[in-house]
């Protein structure tokens, strides 16, 4: 019993240790990702174009079995490409008519200001002229122009990165034959890496479809309210949709707050933020629930906790990536001894996956 009792404190003190150890390497890492954010940033993203190209490119040749199989992948390679290059092309065009009807917006706005200043019994009733002067853009000029400065860095890095990748891919199995000394240790490797790409690709495809359904019904209520630019608020709705929590709500604020805008009368914003609201809330709860099954298995709070992290670290990046690096990690920790209680947490139901409980 004495000595029991001695080895209580010493226990509780390695424990102790393990724990701040943990921690530590936590905050080290994260600092390591922020630090080096411009390097891995465009490099991350290129390897998750990687893998919805593969994805893709193996759907086109399961379902479509006359096509080409030579021409799947560059067919992949160029629908990939062609989204990423339209929605950049959206956004630049459309800003450019933002910026050419600046000056109506800008009339509308004073109204709206004038009524909402009458409304509360306010004295003076402010302008967007007041308004500017007072927020004082220019010195935030800076910070939008060090932002657009690293969005086209971080975009020409990205295609470099995935020329070079898309180069090497033919040789990564030969690279895992060499470097995997028995046919165990590859075929752990292996399976490591097909349940990644199943959680991702998996991930990828319920987001993709669910945001296609909400964007083609979004756009058939801001179609019939009269709204303008079209293509490009539906261009917003559907990348939003990859960012959990937050995308709803500004594939929903945005359209409507332009629409408050552009409205003459205050009705069709109110119906187009409720229409936009009743439609999200519908495909979130009735049509996302039934497809997305046990293809993402996390659990809400580890969604939410996700994207907090990463999005701190890497900014608007790391928020669009939240969940699929969250889903690789819940993937890889599940195949290991040591840290399958951390996948476990992970999850939602306790049971990352169906054959976790296997023999060791």
């Known amino acids: 019993m004495t000595k029991a009792k001695a080895a209580d404190p010493l226990l509780l003190q390695l424990q102790a240790l393990r724990v701040a150890q943990m921690i530590a390497a936590a905050i080290l890492v994260g600092f390591t990702l922020w630090a080096l954010r411009r390097i891995l940033e465009p490099f991350v993203l290129a390897l998750f174009l990687l893998i919805m190209i593969d994805g893709l490119a193996r759907a086109i040749k399961r379902r479509a079995p006359l096509f080409p199989r030579a021409a799947a992948l560059p067919t992949a390679i160029v629908l990939i490409l062609a989204v990423f290059g339209l929605t950049i092309?959206?956004?630049?065009?459309?800003?450019?008519?933002?910026?050419?009807?600046?000056?109506?917006?800008?009339?509308?706005?004073?109204?709206?200001?004038?009524?909402?200043?009458?409304?509360?019994?306010?004295?003076?009733?402010?302008?967007?002229?007041?308004?500017?002067?007072?927020?004082?853009?220019?010195?935030?000029?800076?910070?939008?122009?060090?932002?657009?400065?690293?969005?086209?860095?971080?975009?020409?890095?990205?295609?470099?990165?995935?020329?070079?990748?898309?180069?090497?891919?033919?040789?990564?199995?030969?690279?895992?034959?060499?470097?995997?000394?028995?046919?165990?240790?590859?075929?752990?490797?292996?399976?490591?890496?097909?349940?990644?790409?199943?959680?991702?690709?998996?991930?990828?495809?319920?987001?993709?479809?669910?945001?296609?359904?909400?964007?083609?019904l979004s756009a058939v209520l801001m179609l019939a309210t009269g709204l303008t630019h079209v293509p490009f608020w539906c261009a917003i709705i559907f990348l939003s949709n990859y960012i959990p929590a937050i995308g709803a709500a500004v594939g929903v604020l945005f359209p409507a707050a332009f629409g408050l805008v552009e409205f003459p009368d205050l009705w069709p914003a109110l119906i187009l933020v409720g229409g936009l609201e009743a439609i999200h809330f519908a495909v979130s709860h009735v049509v996302q629930p039934r497809m997305q099954g046990q293809s993402l298995n996390l659990d809400p709070i580890v969604v939410l906790l996700s994207l907090a992290f990463w999005g701190a670290v890497w900014g608007v990046v790391g928020a669009f990536l939240s969940t699929p690096l969250a889903v690789m990690g819940m993937a890889i920790m599940a195949e290991f001894t040591s840290t399958r209680p951390l996948a476990v947490l992970l999850s939602r139901d306790g049971h990352p996956y169906a054959d976790m409980e296997r023999a060791n």
């Open 89 to 216: 092309w959206l956004t630049v065009d459309n800003a450019t008519d933002f910026t050419a009807q600046g000056p109506v917006y800008a009339a509308r706005i004073n109204t709206l200001l004038f009524s909402g200043a009458q409304r509360l019994g306010l004295d003076v009733t402010p302008t967007v002229t007041s308004v500017v002067h007072d927020l004082n853009p220019a010195r935030y000029a800076g910070v939008l122009a060090g932002a657009f400065s690293h969005f086209a860095e971080a975009a020409v890095f990205m295609l470099i990165y995935l020329g070079f990748l898309l180069a090497s891919r033919q040789g990564f199995a030969a690279k895992a034959d060499a470097f995997f000394a028995t046919t165990a240790e590859r075929a752990e490797a292996q399976r490591i890496f097909e349940r990644v790409r199943r959680g991702v690709e998996s991930y990828v495809w319920v987001q993709t479809v669910v945001g296609v359904v909400i964007t083609g």
